[in-house]
């Protein structure tokens, strides 16, 4: 069974802070992985999609990088602001089309 | 495409009513998910359809819940009776194999 971590759970940085957030997968024969965000109270928005022949997409200030063979990704958020707070999670689809999600990181960007 | 729609956006029910949380995925997609989402255990995956048939439910937490698919348009997630702990936040999301998944804007069950 997929099991997807995340890690740190929590971080709190200053704003114009360059950040990572990391996001682990116990089985690599992944189909792609998806990073999303969600604001409280509100539904899942869709930031990016790495396929899993890929090592990397971009998104203006966003950027995810994906290692399968290690059950890898990370999410680069880059001259952080206030906006960007919010939890972040990742999900790894299966080819099986199952999509499972790890736990989020709650972001907090100091003004 | 107005997005995946969910309704009701908020239910307040009493112990032991039944439930019935609906969806609407995007038109064209052929893949359907139902999560749940607490913040002990987060985004759990209960059941997920494809072209209207369940695939996998072994996410369901028990008999007392049930989803179907009637067609590829409308979805509905059942409780049957409810409890206190079914309280939380449930989600749809849709998709194509492989693609993007869209997400409801959730709805918030309390069960009281």
């Known amino acids: 069974k997929q099991e997807v971590t995340q890690i740190p759970a929590a971080l709190s940085v200053p704003e114009g802070e360059n950040l990572v957030l990391n996001c682990s997968f116990t089985?690599?024969?992944?189909?792609?992985l998806q990073w999303f965000r969600q604001d409280p109270g509100k539904g899942l928005t869709s930031l990016l999609l790495i396929q899993s022949s890929q090592r990397e997409q971009t998104s203006g200030r966003l950027n995810a990088s994906l290692d399968k063979s290690s059950g890898r990704s990370t999410l680069y958020i880059a001259a952080s602001q206030p906006g960007d707070s919010a939890t972040y999670l990742c999900?790894?689809?299966?080819?099986?089309?199952?999509?499972?999600f790890g736990g989020g990181t709650r972001l907090m960007v100091k003004p | 495409d107005a997005g995946v729609i969910q309704s009701p956006r908020h239910e307040v029910t009493e112990m032991g009513q039944e439930v019935t949380l609906r969806c609407k995925p995007i038109?064209?997609?052929?893949?359907l998910f139902w999560y749940r989402q607490t913040m002990m255990r987060g985004l759990e995956l209960l059941i997920y359809?494809?072209?209207?048939?369940?695939?996998?439910d072994s996410g369901m937490p028990e008999d007392r819940f049930s989803a179907k698919m009637p067609n590829a348009s409308f979805s509905t997630l059942k409780i049957q009776p409810s409890e206190p702990r079914d309280s939380a936040v449930y989600f749809c999301?849709?998709?194509?194999?492989?693609?993007?998944?869209?997400f409801g804007q959730g709805t918030r069950l309390t069960v009281v």
């Open positions: 089985d690599s024969a992944i189909y792609n």
């Open positions: 359809f494809n072209n209207n048939v369940p695939i996998d």
């Open positions: 999301a849709s998709s194509l194999h492989g693609g993007w998944a869209f």
């Open positions: 999900a790894v689809l299966n080819a099986g089309n199952m999509l499972t």
């Open positions: 038109s064209g997609h052929d893949y």
